[in-house]
C-alpha cells in the first residue's frame, strides 16, 4: 500500500492528550501505509486506553486496521459506563492517587495500591490479577502489556473519584473494606479490640470491625459524617451513571 497523509479529528474528550499546537483536534498525519490506525492515533498522544470508536466515513473501523490516504478519522473517546471484561471490577492504582485508592476502599470497591512499584511491576501485577490500572501517565497506559487500564481526570480527588464512577460504574458496598490495606471487614466486639484503641475512644464507642487482614479495628468516630456524605453522593453518582 502507498503511504499518505490522513486526517484525524478528535473528540474534545481527548484533546488534552495533544500537543498545544493541535488542541483545536484536527490534525494531518504522514501514513507509511503500513502503521495500524490504532498505532497511528496513539502517536499522536491519546492512549489507546482512551479511545472508543474511530469511525471513517460513518463507520466503525478497528484500530488493526490500516488507514488509506486521504481518510477522515473521527476519534471518539470510550463509552461511558465502559464496561469492562472483570465482574465485578478490580483496580490497580499508581503511587500518585493513594487518596483516591482509600476513597475506592471506603465505598467497597476491590482497589489495589502501589506506592513503590515501577512501571514494569505495576503493568506485571495488573496483568496477573486482571485489574484495571488507573493512572495519571500517559506513558504508562501506551505500554503494550496493559491489558485493561483508564487515565483518572482531575486534580483533586474528589474529581478523580467522580471521574472514575462514572465511567466504571462499579458496584458500591460501603464499609466493608480496610482503606488502609484492602482486605475485608468483619465485625469486632470492643473486648477484641480494646488493646488497640485510645483511651478516648475506648470510653466512648461501643460498635466495631476488624480488617481480617491487617487487623486494623474501625469506629464511626466523630469523622463519620463527613465519609457518609461522601458515601451517599457517591451512591447518587453511581446510580446516575448506570441509570439506575
Known sequence: M?????????????????????????????????????????????PLTEVGAMLVAGRAVPAASRPRPGDVVRVQPVRRPQPLPVDPPRFLLDVHL?????????????????????????????????RVLLTQDRGLLRRRAVWCGGYVYGARPDDQLADVLERFAPPLSPWTRCTACNGPLEPATKQAVEHLLEPGTRRSYDTFARCGSCGRPYWRGAHSARLERLVADSERRTASATGA
Do not use: K, W
Not at 13 to 40: I, K, M, N, W
Not at 105 to 112: F, P, S, Y
Open 2 to 46: 502507498v503511504g499518505g497523509a490522513i486526517r484525524l479529528v478528535l473528540a474534545p474528550e481527548l484533546r488534552l492528550f495533544l500537543a498545544p499546537r493541535h488542541r483545536g483536534g484536527e490534525l494531518q498525519v504522514d501514513h507509511d501505509g503500513t502503521a495500524s490506525l490504532g498505532h497511528v492515533v496513539q502517536s499522536v498522544g491519546p
Open 98 to 130: 493513594g487518596t483516591l485508592a482509600r476513597r475506592l476502599r471506603l465505598l467497597g470497591v476491590d482497589t489495589a495500591y502501589e506506592s513503590q512499584a515501577d512501571d514494569a511491576e505495576l503493568v506485571a501485577r495488573a496483568v496477573a490479577e486482571e
